[in-house]
């Protein structure tokens, strides 16, 4: 036995494998994601089925009807497709979306919205615009993880008010902004539809209050809805932004075209769009012309509508597949949403159970979610998940449901152990 | 005519991705080195593929269950295809921790006191009425908590006080049907890896793991910039032999070969503790055998060579 290469060692050094890591922003260090559960919701097993990732259908957009728009696009606008354009979108493209969201019952011209690079652009240019460290922002609890991503880079102080099935509960926020008082913060943050995680809808009647309560304490909303065209069942409810000309609206070409394109959209009051302009610029200059072309092909004539049709019946046989199979395998103890559009059903289960420490033997089951602490900015909502029906077959969904209660059965045979052991404690009664 | 190499990767383990990124460090080195080198996730089509491409001998860059335990190793016997890393018996020994931790006491290698409790032990036997009788097994709190057969350090906690015990043997039982609760030892963290087997071992220079968080967790081993890493470790030159002796004994005790990486603490009286042995050390950019390596002047394709010239002596 011997040291190899003992001699060489000529003192002790420390290791390091990113030498730029002191020199950082301090903003960054709020930027953090589980490398855990990144890395289990990544799992690229290709057995694995995933309820993890709202990912779109997008091999129902026939690809024909993509190729003809951006073969089009170029023969016709080539030399536009190719080029820089302005800040704001092509006019073209402004026009569709004023179009587009006509058709929601939104009524504005093509000056009072700007065209972004998805909704996520949307987002951070509006963090970027609004938030100095510290600022309050309200959002909704459980909220998209991608808001709270591009919100913490600007060190906000982020509030949330819980969602029962009618959407955030207004009772819970007026009690927040009395707290806060007037201006007392930045804007409210909502996913009025099939929200994200949660699944629900926020009832007419609750928007109403939103504004009435965003007028009162002087505070703007931010609506995000990029699922409002999804809708299974129920009747269509009204965009806040058609209530009320202060709303700031996001909108998104990936959920009724494909996320690939990365075109969404901002409405907003003009003085503030002139500044989230300002931002933009600073961060691309302008969009891609190309996208714009071909989504502009792509909307002429009624061929999408179809095909939204299609995609919208197969996310609809996709959430029946899923609740089916909660209704059948799941434990009694375990409370989901029914959401009547969108992507996702949020699972609540017994206020002891962590399902972080279930994914594991999830993934080893073959079968991926995403825990509930992720989409809360205090790591609180460790007992819930989010399943994503949005991207499995049926059978699949079926199965993997099947999969998933088994593992929640075999954890709660364990802590009800505990419980009966006293080493943790049980749930209230009527809680979980 | 180059040798054929079946670099076995990323299966169904919950340290696949790990695994991913070392065997495509491993595969690169080999292909370098000149070895004709065939990439496989190890998925049902394995044992096909190897029976069609029939490899001289097989790289197992495999982390965690299946990779480690036994699994693959009793396969590739069965296959009659040489591969790195240890043989059944020993990856199954070293996999887990329990068996390790009652081998290491019997043959006088230190290692923190500890139990082990299983799942069935508490869902059939009230096992966990029995929580208060931890302190006194283990020699009182802080401890650590961790599943038994697991990699990457997943599920491992640092309990501090007897009421957050339960919630920390609860999270640990997400990834192992079977729970260890060591005594915690401070002083300084080391991994010390050795090469070869029998009576030819190297140890290289031992790296010195100082978490920012204090527990080198698994977000700590793979997320950039939470953990400082020096090599050699700082301490002095009378504990560097101790803990080379340690690490070969271990080594040899479990009967590694080609390559294994033994995970210690060293107290404050410059005593070396055993925590575990690892048979299929991590080959990624932020890995610690790489690191070892590089301070020996050892290349990672020098590494690499010398693991697969081992198993390859063995046809």
């Avoid at chain 1, 990544?42 to 091999?59: K, L, T």
């Avoid at chain 1, 088994?406 to 419980?419: G, M, P, S, T």
Wanted: charged share 25%; proline share 5%; hydrophobic share 45%.
């Amino acid at each position: 036995m011997c040291f190899v290469g003992k001699e060489m060692a000529m003192g002790t050094a420390r290791v390091v494998f990113d030498r730029w890591s002191d020199r950082y922003a301090d903003r960054l260090s709020g930027v953090r994601s589980s490398a855990v559960r990144d890395l289990f919701a990544a799992a690229s097993r290709p057995d694995m089925i995933s309820f993890s990732g709202g990912m779109p259908e997008v091999s129902r957009v026939p690809a024909t009807d993509v190729a003809t728009a951006a073969h089009d696009a170029m023969l016709h606008e080539g030399a536009c497709a190719l080029q820089y354009g302005s800040s704001n979108g092509r006019p073209e493209t402004r026009a569709l979306i004023v179009e587009l969201m006509a058709e929601s019952g939104v009524r504005l011209s093509a000056d009072d919205l700007i065209v972004t690079a998805g909704a996520q652009q949307g987002l951070d240019l509006l963090a970027k615009t609004f938030i100095n460290p510290g600022d309050v922002v309200i959002a909704e609890g459980p909220t998209y993880v991608g808001a709270l991503q591009a919100f913490s880079a600007y060190q906000p102080d982020i509030r949330c008010i819980p969602l029962d099935s009618d959407g955030m509960r207004m009772d819970l926020l007026e009690a927040e902004l009395k707290r806060l008082g007037p201006r007392g913060a930045k804007f409210i943050y909502t996913i009025p539809n099939f929200q994200n995680p949660g699944g629900v809808t926020m009832s007419a009647e609750r928007r109403r209050r939103l504004l009435e309560l965003s007028r009162e304490y002087d505070i703007p909303v931010v609506e995000d809805d990029p699922y409002g065209r999804l809708r299974f069942e129920g009747g269509h409810v009204k965009p806040l932004r058609a209530l009320d000309d202060d709303v700031i609206y996001l909108g998104t070409f990936s959920k009724i075209f494909a996320p690939g394109l990365r075109l969404g959209w901002m409405a907003a009051p003009r003085p503030i769009l002139a500044k989230v302009l300002l931002v933009k610029q600073a961060a691309d200059l302008c969009g891609s012309n190309f996208a714009q072309v071909t989504a502009e092909r792509y909307f002429m004539g009624a061929r999408w509508r179809r095909t939204l049709q299609t995609l919208t019946k197969t996310y609809a046989e996709r959430r029946d597949a899923m609740l089916a199979a909660l209704d059948e395998h799941f434990p009694a103890e375990a409370r989901w949403t029914r959401p009547e559009g969108g992507f996702f059903v949020w699972v609540e289960l017994p206020s002891f159970v962590d399902t972080g420490a279930l994914l594991a033997e999830a993934v080893e089951h073959g079968v991926t979610f995403v825990p509930g602490d992720g989409f809360f900015p205090d790591g609180s909502g460790k007992n819930c998940m989010r399943l994503a029906f949005c991207y499995a077959e049926p059978e699949r969904i079926g199965e993997g449901i099947r999969r998933l209660a088994e593992v929640i059965e075999d954890r709660l045979e364990l802590y009800r152990a505990f419980i009966a052991a006293g080493a943790i404690e049980a749930p209230e009664e009527g809680a979980a | 005519m180059s040798h054929k190499i079946a670099v076995l990767m990323g299966g169904r383990s919950l340290e696949r991705e790990v695994s991913l990124a070392s065997g495509k460090r491993v595969c690169d080195a080999l292909a370098a080195a000149g070895y004709y080198v065939l990439a496989l996730d190890v998925t049902a089509d394995l044992v096909a593929t190897l029976r069609s491409e029939r490899p001289d001998a097989a790289y197992i860059a495999l982390h965690g269950k299946y990779g480690e335990d036994g699994t693959i190793q009793e396969l590739l016997e069965f296959l009659g295809i040489p591969y790195t890393g240890p043989g059944v018996v020993s990856s199954a020994l070293s996999w887990d921790k329990s068996v390790t931790k009652h081998l290491l006491a019997e043959n006088g290698i230190d290692t923190p006191a500890w139990l082990t409790l299983t799942a069935d032990a508490f869902k059939e036997m009230g096992a966990a009425t029995a929580l208060d009788l931890v302190a006194e097994r283990v020699g009182g709190y802080p401890v650590a908590v961790k599943p038994s057969r697991q990699g990457s350090a997943l599920g491992l906690c640092r309990v501090e006080a007897p009421e957050a015990l339960a919630e920390a043997m609860l999270d640990a039982l997400g990834y192992d049907t079977s729970v260890v609760v060591e005594r915690w030892v401070e002083g300084t963290e080391l991994a010390v890896s050795v090469l070869g087997d029998g009576g030819c071992t190297d140890v290289l220079p031992p790296v010195e793991i100082a978490p920012k968080s204090g527990l080198y967790d698994f977000s700590a081993r793979y997320a950039e910039g939470e953990t400082d890493f020096f090599v050699p470790a700082r301490v002095p030159e009378a504990t560097l032999e101790r803990v080379a002796d340690v690490a070969c004994r271990t080594h040899e005790l479990l009967r590694c070969r080609d390559v294994s990486r033994v995970d210690m603490i060293v107290d404050a009286n410059g005593r070396p503790w055993v925590l575990e042995c690892n048979t299929s050390p991590g080959m990624t950019e932020t890995s610690l055998l790489p690191m070892a390596a590089e301070a020996a002047g050892m290349s990672f394709q020098d590494v690499v060579s010398r693991v697969i010239e081992d198993a390859l002596a063995r046809r």
